[in-house]
């Protein structure tokens, strides 16, 4: 592990490539945030937002085999098939289970038996800032439940899953036990009304900022997006293979929420992955929290039975 940003490697080369890596991450941000803003409604769609997170990860592939963080993170095309499998298990599976039981399906129901309306003042604040808003709730309550999975043993079980993958990778964030997946994408902005644009600004901090989280590429970021923003260095450390060095760094996108709650250490690691960096089959990850649940609960229940020895 290396703490300390003075510490980090940072792009070597000509001016145009650190220039590159240097504002590649701000000038994609607000290029986006532009996008949203004034494009034409017909254009301004979810439709339009898939295409764009498809062709935006599909540009980072490039990056990651350009510019590698590590190259003992390159991508194989064994990694792949098992990272390309929870993305359409998410878009698929979890989608349907989330519009059943999700966190909006949740505050209807709040909403419904205690007869609340929505804010709907909050549609008469400017669009970026009902996007900023949205944003940041939701990363506020990610943060919480993602502290609360580390720090609460019925949690950490599913989560524990995504602790075992032993590189950072453009899809990487995907990957993890399906409970897991489903409860860090929980949030409370059913309870908002919202221009439909403001939906898709908000949507731009979590491509343009969150997703760099999993990925194997080097910037050189700027100060202010390191203080300000979670990056991969982050996000690394927080998936070392020492668990106590993992209780850091939880926020999604906005690091300044880990530095106000003093989780946040600045640095990185190339060494990932729980039990010295064991990788765990595909089955073995939807099933894991269940296994060792039933037994740590036969060995604790099993100690509370055991017959004290006569003396």
Not at 228 to 233: D, V
């Amino acid at each position: 592990m290396t703490i300390g940003w003075e510490n980090i490697p940072k792009v070597d080369g000509g001016p145009l490539k650190r220039l590159f890596f240097s504002w590649f991450q701000p000038a994609f941000l607000f290029a986006l945030l532009a996008f949203w803003y004034y494009a034409p409604n017909n254009i301004a769609t979810v439709s339009t937002a898939i295409w764009i997170s498809i062709v935006f990860r599909v540009l980072m592939l490039g990056l990651e085999w350009i510019s590698p963080r590590y190259t003992s993170w390159r991508l194989t095309w064994k990694e792949l098939v098992v990272d390309l499998f929870y993305v359409g298990f998410t878009y698929t599976v979890l989608r349907i289970v989330d519009s059943y039981i999700g966190s909006d399906v949740a505050v209807k129901a709040i909403q419904g038996h205690l007869h609340l309306d929505k804010f709907a003042w909050f549609t008469g604040l400017p669009l970026l800032v009902q996007a900023l808003v949205l944003s940041l709730i939701f990363d506020f309550g990610q943060y919480w439940m993602h502290r609360g999975m580390h720090n609460w043993y019925p949690l950490w079980l599913p989560h524990s899953v995504h602790h075992y993958i032993t590189q950072l990778n453009i899809n990487k964030g995907a990957v993890g036990n399906p409970v897991e997946l489903f409860l860090i994408g929980l949030g409370i902005g059913g309870f908002f009304d919202f221009v439909p644009r403001a939906f898709l600004l908000a949507g731009t901090f979590g491509l343009a900022i969150g997703t760099y989280q999993h990925i194997n590429v080097r910037f050189n970021s700027p100060k202010w997006w390191r203080f300000l923003f979670t990056t991969t260095e982050h996000h690394s450390l927080h998936h070392s293979q020492d668990y106590e060095s993992t209780r850091c760094n939880y926020a999604g996108s906005f690091i300044f929420i880990d530095r106000i709650f003093g989780t946040c250490i600045d640095g990185e690691a190339e060494l990932l992955g729980m039990e010295g960096g064991r990788r765990m089959t595909v089955r073995e990850q939807m099933s894991y929290p269940f296994t060792e649940g039933w037994k740590t609960l036969k060995e604790k229940f099993g100690r509370q039975s055991a017959p004290v020895p006569a003396e």
